[in-house]
């Protein structure tokens, strides 16, 4: 199975300021076809899974521009220029290369 | 609009089954997979398997095989996900998520289901 990695576990920020997220694979995300298969997503208080980034960085319809995906390969970014409240929350990231599809450990974000 | 919408809360006994279900509505139930995620306390995200939802054909995590069955009733509109042979490790909300446009688009709003003697 291919094991995601995400750091820091936990990221407290001031409003305003900008974040970042690192996944890493055990595998390359990279298929043939050009695309990376990674999906971020956000998990707020209570909630399911609301999908933000596809195919490594590609933001899903209504997800604010604030947030960016980056990356390729086995190193993958998800960045947030400017956090506001609403991104309070837990961020996943999940390898759709192959099954079992795999998540990584979740990262919790905080507002200061 | 596409909206997921899961059975509620079950509690069972070690050595029992549960089935959840999935109800789907706003898209063609036949036209998509649909995939089942589950979230322990503490522990993270965990795919379980899919099922095609255009005929009777489903594929399961190595991890859960011989005690998972992902079925569907397509007149329903609803999928369904059976776990046997409960133990406690297997207290978690359980999600169904469905491969409308992209893989895992739009999930339910969770089951929880916990295993307690």
């Known amino acids: 199975d291919i094991v995601m990695t995400q750091s820091p576990l936990s990221l407290p920020v001031t409003p305003g300021e900008p974040a970042s997220i690192s996944c890493r694979s055990s595998?390359?995300?990279?298929?043939?076809?050009?695309?990376?298969?990674l999906t971020w997503y956000l998990q707020r208080p209570g909630q399911s899974p609301q999908l933000l980034i596809y195919?490594?960085?590609n933001r899903a319809s209504g997800v604010p521009d604030r947030f960016s995906g980056g990356g390729s390969g086995t190193d993958f970014t998800l960045t947030i220029t400017r956090v506001e409240a609403e991104d309070v929350g837990v961020y996943h990231c999940?390898?759709?290369?192959?099954?079992?599809?795999?998540f990584g450990q979740g990262t919790k974000l905080q507002i200061k | 609009q596409v909206q997921l919408v899961q059975s509620g809360t079950e509690v069972r006994k070690p050595g029992a089954s549960v089935k959840v279900s999935c109800k789907a509505s706003?898209?063609?139930?036949?036209?998509?997979?649909l995939h089942w995620v589950r979230q322990a306390p503490g522990q993270r995200l965990e795919w379980m398997g899919w099922i095609n939802a255009g005929n009777d054909d489903a594929h399961y995590s190595q991890k859960f095989q011989g005690r998972i069955s992902i079925t569907k009733d397509t007149s329903a509109s609803t999928a369904y996900m059976e776990l046997r042979s409960l133990r406690s490790e297997d207290t978690a909300v359980y999600y169904c998520?469905?491969?409308?446009?992209?893989?895992?688009?739009?999930w339910g709003q969770g089951t929880l289901v916990t295993v307690s003697s």
């Open positions: 706003g898209y063609t139930f036949a036209s998509y997979a």
């Open positions: 998520a469905t491969a409308y446009r992209l893989l895992l688009d739009y």
């Open positions: 595998h390359s995300l990279l298929r043939s076809d050009g695309h990376n298969y």
């Open positions: 195919l490594g960085s």
């Open positions: 999940m390898q759709g290369l192959q099954t079992p599809y795999t």
